[in-house]
């Protein structure tokens, strides 16, 4: 079993930068992938971010491409997302998620390739 538990949300301007963590205990943090998701009032849970088991491979939903950025602390079992030149329109809860894999350089996209999430933080943007 794998908790996850999410910080770093809050009430920031446009054109502002979060830095959301994702905290794990539980398990061998090193053999998970992990992703970020984000579900805006109203609508579906969406991709927003993932990474592989070794950390060497990410990806990245185009609506943040370029302003978002993915690392991993493995001394501290932490995975960061790092939000730049934050929009309106990002403003959601953001979840962590991680699943058990065996493949280095997989990244998962769907909600269903996750097994374990965190409880969500909350992220507003004001324009």
């Known amino acids: 079993q794998v908790q996850l538990v999410e910080s770093g949300g809050g009430l920031v301007q446009a054109g502002g930068s979060l830095r959301l963590s994702c905290a794990a205990s539980?398990?061998?943090?090193?053999?998970?992938?992990m992703g970020w998701f984000r579900q805006a009032a109203g609508k579906e849970r969406e991709f927003v971010a993932a990474?592989?088991?070794?950390?060497?491979?990410?990806d990245f939903a185009a609506s943040v491409k370029g302003r978002f950025t993915i690392s991993r602390e493995s001394a501290k079992d932490t995975v960061y997302l790092h939000m730049n030149s934050l929009r309106p329109e990002d403003t959601a809860v953001y979840y962590c998620a991680a699943r058990f894999s065996v493949y280095y350089s997989t990244r998962y996209y769907r909600t269903q390739e996750y097994d374990y999430w965190g409880q969500g933080t909350q992220v507003t943007v004001s324009s």
């Open positions: 539980g398990r061998t943090f090193s053999h998970y992938a």
């Open positions: 990474m592989s088991q070794s950390g060497e491979s990410t």
